[in-house]
């Protein structure tokens, strides 16, 4: 178990660093010499002032050796500074990180639970209305662009009926604490975490409910119920937990796709978030604050997919850890 | 073929998705003719409500430009670049599957390390990142959408290559002496094919969303019109002109869920064996 970790935080590493090595070509790639970008962001462009950048952030060395700096910032959490936020990168990361972790992780436990749920009812009732209703539902919401549900959802529930906040994490100026505060931030997070949320659930439904009919037929069910099970315990005990492996592994493929959608979900609601930090970084062509954002994204995956790794051997006896 | 397209009309999903698709085409191949003037074009007053003058259906928006053109106009773009970098994803993953698995040992494992590589990466993070830095255009959407679905080719392709390389049909072909390429291209890549059409047909949708999200974002080629655009420039005022933002994404979503059930009909028809489980 222990060495199965060790094995892929190591892996983790690797890749992460890969990315940061690509991460640093981008930013080459960028547009304009970085030192007068950055000279011109900061709002001075005379030469001494150009020439100062070059040598404080080493652009004036060998090309690998700018690259082995850049890798050793990271490394010590240094994203580099944003001149139009005036503040560094990793700083903005940070404080905007926890309130994108509320959302994914609330989008993700929403579209994971309703998605199975359906699933499971869908494969229950294979061929009845319920099940051709939930499959239809499904097929809808897979095709939706997040945006604009997102916009659909504020046009309903905010505009119509007027029961829920459009944007923001919390009311501004309303100064309340404890069990009033966090009641306020749930108001202002369910219509994005139900966005997010809902285009996954989609996809879960349609997993689980395939999965589901797959596993029925196969001999282990039937031996169940020759030993005369129940119905119920065949279901829940035998055929969902062995459904519910692909489940898993979609969940891990998914975790890229759920930060991106993230990005839009946090645009629409104006959720004080990373995906947000990243559309303002867009808007302001400020690269070294959305390529740090994106290293930290792909972070954010590579730990998300050691997770699911983890629970996917959880739930699969099957698989040892010692492979 | 004929086979193909019998059990193709069978699936009722599939007949839909079709429907779907050819109407999208024929809006986004003849649309534009009859709407000569640019979508770009004031034509009424802004914020004209829809189905109150029979020349602007859809309404305005709050430049006053007829929200139906545009639409029409942005069935081109989306369509366009959905089938364009899907193709490009397909030239860039099939080559590197088929050699990942016809070759296997160290070829195979460092194909597939890179193959991993640009799979852990977020992939909408990827695209936005690429776009911006490209700056936005076409041609950079669709290269920046291309880089971010190849992967799932690769690997489908690789799969199917090792499956099929020790069939008795391919071992005879190496026997009698033919050139690697020759197999892959001749024996190996027509087998494998269907699972291919399968998944690109999801791609397709797939770069459309991609397309779109870019669009919505300001990352759409700022000389075209397209309905991620348009959902982008109506978000600030849904609370006085909801048409804006409405008519574009029900395009989009027709269109996505169109291409799904095509990707369903042809699973059916081409898989007929995996599609039978579940009915």
Known sequence: MLSFVAQRVVKGVIVLLAIVVLNFFLIRLAPGDPAIVMAGEAGASDQIFVKQLREKFGLDKPLPEQLFIYVKGVATLDLGFSFRQQAPVAKLIGERLPATLLLTLTAFAISLTLGILFGTFAARFAGTFLDTGITVFALIFYAMPIFWVALMGILLFSVTFEWLPSFGYETVGANVTGLA?????????????????????????????????????????????????????????????????????????????????????????????????????????????????????????LIFNLITDLVYRLVDPRIEFAS | MKQFWKSMLKSPSGVIGLIILLFAISVAVFGPMLFPNSPWRMVQRPFLPPFTLGAVPLGTDALGRDVFAGMIFGARVS??????????????????????????????????????????????????????????????????????????????????????????????????????????????????????????????????????????????DPNLISWGYMVGAGRTVIRQAWWITVFPGVAILISVLGLNLIGEGLNDALNPRLSREGR
Request: charged share 15%.
């Open chain 2, 79 to 220: 369509l366009l670049v959905g089938l364009v970098s899907t193709l490009v994803a397909l030239l860039v993953g099939v080559p590197i599957g088929a050699m990942a698995g016809y070759f296997g040992g160290k070829v195979d494992d460092a194909l597939m390390r890179f193959t991993e590589f640009f799979q852990t990466i977020p992939s909408f993070a990827l695209a936005i990142v690429l776009v911006a830095i490209l700056q936005p255009s076409i041609y950079s959407i669709v290269a920046s959408i291309a880089v971010v679905s190849w992967p799932p080719v690769a690997r489908l392709v690789r799969g199917e290559v090792l499956s099929l390389r020790t069939r008795e049909y391919v071992q005879a072909a190496v026997v009698t002496g033919q050139s690697n390429s020759w197999i892959i291209l001749r024996e190996i890549l027509p087998n494998a094919l269907s699972p291919v059409i399968v998944l690109a047909s999801l791609m397709v949708a797939t770069a459309i969303l991609l397309e779109s999200s870019l669009a919505f974002l300001g990352l759409g």
């Open chain 1, 181 to 301: 505060h966090a009641v306020d931030v749930a108001k202002h997070l369910i219509m994005p975490a139900m966005t997010l949320g809902l285009f996954f659930m989609a996809t879960y439904t349609r997993m689980t409910r395939a999965s589901m009919l797959e596993v029925k037929r196969l001999d282990f069910v039937k031996t169940a119920r020759a030993k005369g099970l129940s119905d119920a315990v065949i279901q829940r005990r035998h055929v969902l937990r062995n459904a519910l492996l692909p489940v898993v592994t979609l969940a891990g493929v998914h975790s890229g796709t759920l930060i991106g959608g993230a990005v839009i979900t946090e645009t629409v609601f104006a959720w004080p978030g990373i995906g947000r930090l990243m559309y303002d970084a867009l808007l302001q062509r400020d690269y070294n604050l959305l390529l740090g954002v994106f290293v930290i994204c792909s972070a954010m995956v």
